[in-house]
């Protein structure tokens, strides 16, 4: 068992590997920004207790399910329901899900892929134009592009676990590190840095209200790739010998810490740029801060660094960003793959493909849902606007399914599976962690299905009925 190819060879590999699916461009951008605009030091501290008391439980929940079943989502309810019909169809909905996660996010990462070739090509200047991210996302290079990202993806996938996204992160994960620790370190000695870190730290108790307090829960929930059955799959190659309760404490300080560091990059390299800057006035979207606000602080930097210079610093911005992206796209497309896999007795490049297909296909219509077509591009209609399909699929499944897949988790391991399995798959090798096991029971079974099942009766309210 020791050297067994689908398992992760160590603790470090599985957090790192955790790390890169759970790090993505949230942490990068929407974490930094909503944090000034909500309320700086009062919003790290609520969004921290959020990791601590409300995502941790999760994240154990998750992987004591995989581990102990040794299956992915679908496989894991079925087992653990001992086949009960309803439950059986709440893993298939863990199964949709990363699947439809895969589809928006594949688009995502294209762009990200699209603007690193860009800015290396000596095209900052063009980025930084008003009209030009539309133009870009409509235009036919992005399907070269996707043709691109699938292809890395493919590559790292048919790796399996350890040879393929274990190995991946631990050449990616460091970089991304270095990249983010090397930005953050430059932004710090513009002038008019400290600004930006103002707004970080200074805790301003009057911003936080409820809907503050519901995007800190969603933006640790998300962030830390819970209710995406990612973290059942990954806790399904865990070895036996390794102590799950640390390995779930260093991803959930992997993922705050890079969120945290973020902000010493993202902050300050706004307000050094435009000092008067009005944090609430920032865009509440990371992708129109990153495709459309960015591109202009670089390109204000050419007067002092030039443009050569700046377009390096910009090139390290996006490809900080591909790398998060690009990570967390090959956890939630292995999800479906190791279902697949197991469901259909197939190799795991008959089912990689299959997948893959799949995604690529999603991603072409949803590639094409900015207004070359029609039926894509107005999808759907609701809160009294057309919804494109990549509109809908974030709203529908990010946004909303997510946190219900959360609440399912909670029932599932409450009622189904009972307290003394989950302490005993939790616990095998960490005994000394009985309080925590305590904790974790008591979120699971009592707050924390409340707070998820309001928050998903919140959302579909405000998302879809307003
Ligand atoms: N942390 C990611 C972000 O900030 C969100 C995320 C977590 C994610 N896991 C994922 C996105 C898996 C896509 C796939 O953007």
Redesign the pocket.
């Known amino acids: 068992m020791q050297n067994n190819p689908d398992q992760f060879s160590s603790k470090i590999g599985f957090v790192l590997a955790a790390a890169g699916?759970?790090?993505?461009?949230?942490?990068l951008v929407?974490f930094p920004v909503a944090a000034a605009k909500n309320g700086g030091g009062a919003f790290l501290l609520l969004y921290i207790f959020f990791v601590v008391a409300i995502c941790l439980p999760l994240i154990l929940a998750e992987l004591s399910l995989g581990r102990a079943t040794g299956k992915s989502p679908l496989g894991a309810f079925r087992e653990i329901s001992k086949g009960h019909k309803g439950w059986v169809l709440a893993g298939a909905l863990s199964l949709v899900t990363p699947f439809m996660?895969?589809v928006f996010?594949s688009v995502l990462t294209v762009w990200l892929l699209g603007y690193l070739v860009l800015v290396l090509g000596g095209k900052l200047d063009q980025l930084a134009t008003p009209v030009y991210f539309g133009g870009f996302i409509t235009s036919p290079w992005i399907f070269a592009y996707l043709a691109a990202v699938i292809a890395m993806v493919i590559f790292v996938l048919k790796g399996g676990v350890r040879d393929g996204i274990e190995k991946a992160s631990r050449l990616l994960m460091p970089m991304l590190f270095i990249m983010l620790i090397g930005l953050a370190v430059f932004v710090l000695t513009l002038p008019n840095a400290t600004a930006g870190l103002k707004f970080y730290f200074t805790p301003q108790v009057d911003r936080i209200t409820w809907s503050v307090v519901n995007g800190a829960l969603s933006q640790a929930f998300?962030?830390?790739?819970l209710g995406?059955g990612?973290l059942i799959t990954y806790g399904s190659y865990l070895r036996k010998q390794d102590n799950l309760v640390q390995s779930a404490k260093m991803l959930a300080c992997t993922?705050t810490g890079v969120a945290l560091v973020a902000g010493l990059m993202t902050l300050p390299a706004i307000f050094a740029i435009y000092p008067n800057t009005n944090p609430s006035e920032l865009s509440d979207s990371?992708v129109g801060l990153i495709f459309s606000f960015f591109p202009n602080i670089f390109m204000a930097m050419v007067p002092k660094f030039g443009y050569a210079v700046s377009s390096l610093i910009a090139a390290t911005f996006f490809l900080l960003a591909f790398v998060a992206a690009i990570t967390?796209?090959v956890?939630?497309i292995e999800v479906p793959v190791a279902a697949l896999k197991a469901e259909s007795k197939k190799t795991r490049n008959a089912a990689l493909g299959f997948v893959i297909a799949a995604v690529s296909i999603g991603a072409i219509f949803s590639a094409l849902s900015f207004g070359q077509v029609k039926w894509l591009s107005e999808f759907a209609f609701y809160s009294g606007a057309n919804k494109s399909l990549f509109d809908v699929l974030v709203d529908v499944f990010y946004d909303t399914i997510l946190p219900f897949n959360g609440l399912l988790i909670c029932l599932l391991v409450v009622w189904q599976w009972k307290r003394h399995n989950m302490a005993a798959e939790m616990l095998s090798n960490n005994s000394s962690s009985g309080w925590l096991e305590r904790y974790t029971h008591f979120a699971i079974a009592f707050w924390i299905p409340v707070i998820l099942a309001t928050v998903f009766v919140i959302t579909v309210i405000n998302k879809f009925m307003s």
């Open positions: 699916s759970a790090v993505g461009i949230g942490n929407g996660i895969a996010y998300f962030s830390l790739s995406m990612i993922d990371s967390s796209l956890s939630i």
